[in-house]
């Protein structure tokens, strides 16, 4: 018995030191951490508070839609272009030669991820509640505070399956082309019911919109559709692209 808690001790420490330090090197760099951080609060300033005056479904509708469109970010360019240099300049290849326990890369970027995940959706609730005034009893905000948490590993996934397919100048660009266009396809922008009804048609092939989905049922502002299905969708979506993103890594 104390020879396996030997064991696992450092193994456990290795978890965590490769968290650490992951998440310092993404919060030293700015080019991604200030823009994740400062965005989605900047635009639910604008468009939530200052635009609609702070009241009414609109700010509700918004904080849950720009949670989404801001833990979106941490998965797709956390993973995507991190692995995608790391990847290029061979830093894969030198944590496969070390004797560190298997997928603590993968879990110290997940940690990152869920980490600014929550630093967003507390901002964002920070605002709501004071500025907002968006009305949610306790269970609502600790429950849409999850959504946000673990709604960013789908995109993580998606991020980590990018990382493994481009290269690393290429990874940024990419993930433009399907960070933005999710956003406003699936509705975190602005409702579905004031785009043309092509869009709604559509949205439902948008990972972003079934994880709106769930959070606008939080506020009780959702289209109607089933949670359990919105949350199938989503742990679809995260098999299918960590398989894909796993096989790429095999063969690299």
């Keep these: 018995m104390n020879t396996i808690a030997i064991h696992q001790r450092p193994s456990l420490r290795c978890y965590w030191l490769e968290a650490r330090c992951e998440f310092l090197r993404v919060l030293r760099a700015p080019a991604f951490a200030v823009p994740t951080l400062v965005f989605p609060p900047m635009f639910y300033l604008l ?17 849950a839609t720009y949670g989404v469109f ?9 993973f995507g272009v991190a692995m995608a240099m790391d990847r290029e300049r061979g830093f894969l290849a030198l944590k ?22 929550a630093m ?9 509640l004071t500025l907002g005034h968006v009305a949610l009893s306790p269970l609502q905000w600790a429950q849409l505070f ?5 709604g960013v590993l789908p995109f993580c996934a998606i991020g980590l399956y990018i990382g493994t397919t481009v290269s690393g100048q ?48 939080v506020v009780g502002l959702d289209d109607g559709g089933s949670v359990a299905v919105h949350a199938i969708v989503l742990l679809a979506v ?4 960590f398989l894909l993103a796993r096989r790429r890594l095999a063969r690299a």
């Design 120 to 128: 967003i959706s507390i901002i964002l609730s920070t605002l709501g």
């Design 238 to 241: 995260s098999a299918l692209f």
């Design 47 to 63: 468009f939530g508070v200052l635009l609609n005056g702070g009241h009414g479904k609109a700010s509700s509708y918004l904080l």
């Design 146 to 150: 999850m959504v946000d948490v673990f």
């Design 170 to 217: 290429g990874a940024p660009a990419v993930i433009n082309l399907l960070y933005l266009p999710m956003a406003f396809l699936a509705g975190l922008w602005m409702p579905l019911s004031m785009l043309p009804a092509l869009f709604a048609t559509l949205a439902p092939a948008w990972p972003a919109y079934h994880l709106a989905q769930i959070a606008l049922s």
């Design 96 to 117: 496969r030669a070390l004797p560190t326990p298997p997928g603590a890369l993968l879990l110290a970027k997940m940690a990152m991820a869920m980490l600014f995940a």
């Design 70 to 78: 801001g833990v979106m970010a941490p998965g797709l360019f956390g």
